[in-house]
């Protein structure tokens, strides 16, 4: 639906200061970059290092701690490559917002997901989370292991006799270990279920609003995330998708507040997942060796964040 006069960029004045509130926010997601290419080991009194203890010991060390860090780390280059290209597109006049929006949501998917796993105060919860994510994504690897041994037995793949072993050794053994694991974890009563991707971006954003991270200059205060995250996942996702359904909501420059918005999402849900897993990851009160790769005005929500956790 185009209506007479329609017009994509709206009011210059409104548009002028969308652009900057970006401009702004891509500045922000470029900061968290240097974090992201520089993944280090927790503290061995930290909160983090007690949930890994003994959690999922067969299937290797700091389980928990792994299943948070990678994640972020790609929530990271996803919002810092975002900036780059928005910045591009001020230069080029070529905007890229399908691929712009789909960046940030792949942001505030991953980094969403870190906080529900990492918020809850009690470990059990936050160890059976992380073991429920482990499961997921066990049951994925298995699928497509499952795709590429069918491939490999029809020769569609190319390989040598014991690569084509060792592949089909290695698919059994991560089924005959997922198997054990989800009938020893079906078990618990109180076992975790994995939400879909927007559900847990909804709760991780429900969480932030109820601990407003020292660091906000209001955006998050006066705004709130929970709503508006619910609201640039669904329409980020119709432009990842290529629903053209989304052009009926980004007449008279609101393609630009959706890119404003997805910018403020993806950023506050990174910068929050990281200063939730720093909070985790130092040692109490604030004895670390951990380098402090983050942005310094990260560090308030650091320290409020980790009183959080100090009972556990």
Same mark, same amino acid.
């Given at each position: 639906m185009?209506?007479?006069g329609?017009n994509?960029?709206?009011?210059p004045?409104?548009? =002028? !200061?969308?652009l900057?509130?970006?401009? $702004?926010? %891509?500045v /922000?997601?470029?900061? #968290? *970059?240097?974090?992201g290419?520089?993944p280090q080991?927790?503290?061995t009194?930290?909160c ?8 999922m010991?067969?299937?290797g060390?700091?389980?928990l701690?792994?299943?948070a860090?990678w994640?972020l780390?790609s ?11 928005f910045v591009?597109?001020?230069?080029t006049?070529?905007?890229h917002?399908?691929?712009? =929006? !789909?960046?940030?949501r792949s942001?505030? $998917?991953? %980094?969403? /997901?870190?906080?529900? #796993? *990492?918020?809850p105060d009690?470990?059990q ?9 482990a499961?997921?994504?066990m049951?994925e690897?298995?699928?497509?292991n499952?795709?590429?041994?069918a491939?490999l037995?029809?020769?569609d793949i ?6 084509k072993?060792?592949f089909?050794r ?11 694991l989800?009938?020893?974890? =079906? ?6 279920k ?8 909804? *709760?991780a954003a429900?969480?932030i609003e ?9 955006e ?6 929970a709503?508006g995250?619910k609201r ?5 996702s119709?432009?990842?998708?290529g629903?053209k359904?989304?052009t009926e909501?980004?007449h008279?420059?609101?393609l ?6 997805s ?9 929050c997942g990281?200063a939730?897993?720093?909070?985790q990851a130092?040692?109490?009160n604030?004895?670390t ?23 556990t």
């Open positions: 185009v209506e007479t329609f994509p960029f709206g009011d004045t409104v548009l =002028t !200061a969308r900057l509130r970006t401009r $702004e926010r %891509a /922000r997601a470029n900061e #968290l *970059l240097e974090w290419l520089h080991k927790s503290d009194d930290s983090t290092a007690l949930d890994n203890e003994g959690l010991a067969d299937f060390e700091r389980r701690e792994a299943a860090l994640p780390m929530a990271t280059d996803s919002i810092s490559t975002a900036a780059n290209l591009q597109g001020t230069q006049r070529q905007l917002a399908p691929a712009m =929006t !789909a960046l940030c942001a505030v $998917e991953s %980094a969403g /997901r870190v906080i529900w #796993l *990492l918020s009690d470990r919860v936050r160890r059976d989370r992380c073991t429920a994510i499961l997921a994504e049951k690897q298995t699928n497509y499952s795709n590429e041994v491939s037995r029809q020769g190319a390989s040598t006799p014991e690569q072993r060792e089909i290695g698919s059994r053994d991560l089924l005959d270990r997922y198997n054990a989800e009938a020893a974890f =079906t078990q618990n009563p109180n076992r975790e994995v939400r879909p991707f927007g559900k847990t971006a909804e *709760l429900e969480w109820q601990h407003i991270p020292p660091h906000d200059e209001g998050i205060r006066e705004n709130g995330m709503i995250t640039v996942y669904t329409l980020t119709a432009v990842m998708h629903y359904w989304v909501y980004l008279n420059g609101d630009f507040a959706l890119i404003a918005d910018f403020a999402t993806a950023v506050n849900m990174t910068e990281i939730l897993f720093e909070a130092q040692s109490p604030g004895r060796i951990r380098q402090r790769y983050y942005p310094a005005r990260l560090q308030p929500t650091i320290s409020a964040w980790s009183e959080l956790y100090l009972a």
